[in-house]
């Protein structure tokens, strides 16, 4: 039976007791109540922390805490990993603090893992209050596929992190390091196991309640607007550039984005935005689809202008 440990990072937002009380009573009531858990916290009060725990640990489960200051966001997380590996644990199942799961989630991630790199969840898109926003899931909006290769995430990316359950055992995680150029650690993470010849597998039976609030605000229409233009295309110049030291593929995606900036300077970022949001159905897409490369066009905007 694998060691599972079940882990999220915790800082500071508004509506934190509200957070906590979501978040706790999801990870307390699973159906499956083999593993820990590991709370990484983000330079808060380890004490008012322990508080929570008092009130909703009713099964005395083993739970760590883990304060740090001055650490990133994306080191926080590689603190996650590098704990589970010391404390001993087979399997890490990763949470965002903001949300909740259902009840199933743990005893759905042991029942598959076992035999890939790693396991990912549906979410259905919600309001603080925990109302769903759209009545379809994620993995419903459009066909994500049972077992993934990293030919299935190369332009885009359906793989949240909080929504991530990583097998120790069958990948080393330890040996992978976190470029401070990365912005969609999720994305890349995923990316370097599917490249190493790994593969992934989707849980279409669970899911995540992912809370739409002040920090966090994405919904599932993926319109252009120039901050997301700019946005999408920093992402993927991140992304494929620190990618193509490992395989070629990732060179000539570069290339195509390093062209695709100069074609909008050209042609205009508003006739570029304008034909994206016309001529594509955006609440299909996946993170980072809306940035469509000249190659996907096939059609020269600045002809039809």
Same mark, same amino acid.
């Given at each position: 039976m694998n060691k599972i440990l079940y882990s999220a990072v915790i800082y500071q937002s508004d509506n934190f007791d509200i957070f906590m009380k979501d978040y706790l009573v999801s990870v307390f009531n699973q159906t499956d109540q083999n593993f820990d858990l590991l709370l990484v916290l983000d330079d808060l009060i380890v004490e008012a922390i322990k508080e929570y725990i008092v009130r909703y640990n009713k099964n005395k489960k083993n739970i760590f805490i883990q304060n740090f200051k001055d650490h990133t966001p994306i080191e926080l997380r590689k603190k996650q990993i590098d704990l589970a590996y010391s404390f001993g644990y087979d399997v890490l /199942?990763?949470?965002?603090?903001?949300?909740? /799961?259902?009840?199933n989630r743990v005893e759905e991630v042991s029942k598959y893992i076992d035999e890939y790199a790693f396991a990912f969840n549906d979410f259905y898109i /919600?309001?603080?209050?925990?109302?769903?926003?759209?009545?379809?899931?994620?993995?419903?909006?459009?066909k994500i596929p049972k077992v993934v290769s990293y030919k299935d995430i190369l332009k885009f990316n359906f793989i949240g992190l909080g929504s991530l359950a990583l097998n120790l055992k069958f990948f080393d995680y330890k040996k992978i390091k976190f470029p401070k150029e990365i912005i969609a650690l999720d994305w890349y993470l995923v990316t370097r196991v599917l490249i190493s010849g790994y593969s992934g597998i989707a849980l279409y039976n669970t899911y995540a309640n992912y809370r739409q609030h002040n920090n966090s605000l994405v919904g599932f229409d993926f319109k252009l607007d120039k901050k997301k233009l700019n946005q999408g295309v920093a992402v993927k110049l991140a992304h494929y550039g620190i990618l193509m030291k490992y395989n070629n593929i990732f060179s000539d995606l570069y290339d195509d984005m390093i062209e695709l900036k100069e074609y909008i300077k050209n042609c205009g970022a508003d006739a570029y935005i304008n034909f994206i949001n016309t001529n594509f159905d955006t609440n299909k897409f996946c993170w980072w689809e809306n940035i469509k490369t000249k190659r996907d066009l096939k059609y020269d905007i600045k002809k039809a202008r």
């Amino acid at each position: 039976m694998n060691k599972i440990l079940y882990s999220a990072v915790i800082y500071q937002s508004d509506n934190f007791d509200i957070f906590m009380k979501d978040y706790l009573v999801s990870v307390f009531n699973q159906t499956d109540q083999n593993f820990d858990l590991l709370l990484v916290l983000d330079d808060l009060i380890v004490e008012a922390i322990k508080e929570y725990i008092v009130r909703y640990n009713k099964n005395k489960k083993n739970i760590f805490i883990q304060n740090f200051k001055d650490h990133t966001p994306i080191e926080l997380r590689k603190k996650q990993i590098d704990l589970a590996y010391s404390f001993g644990y087979d399997v890490l /199942v990763l949470s965002d603090f903001d949300e909740n /799961v259902t009840y199933n989630r743990v005893e759905e991630v042991s029942k598959y893992i076992d035999e890939y790199a790693f396991a990912f969840n549906d979410f259905y898109i /919600v309001d603080q209050n925990l109302n769903r926003l759209a009545e379809k899931s994620f993995f419903t909006t459009r066909k994500i596929p049972k077992v993934v290769s990293y030919k299935d995430i190369l332009k885009f990316n359906f793989i949240g992190l909080g929504s991530l359950a990583l097998n120790l055992k069958f990948f080393d995680y330890k040996k992978i390091k976190f470029p401070k150029e990365i912005i969609a650690l999720d994305w890349y993470l995923v990316t370097r196991v599917l490249i190493s010849g790994y593969s992934g597998i989707a849980l279409y039976n669970t899911y995540a309640n992912y809370r739409q609030h002040n920090n966090s605000l994405v919904g599932f229409d993926f319109k252009l607007d120039k901050k997301k233009l700019n946005q999408g295309v920093a992402v993927k110049l991140a992304h494929y550039g620190i990618l193509m030291k490992y395989n070629n593929i990732f060179s000539d995606l570069y290339d195509d984005m390093i062209e695709l900036k100069e074609y909008i300077k050209n042609c205009g970022a508003d006739a570029y935005i304008n034909f994206i949001n016309t001529n594509f159905d955006t609440n299909k897409f996946c993170w980072w689809e809306n940035i469509k490369t000249k190659r996907d066009l096939k059609y020269d905007i600045k002809k039809a202008r």
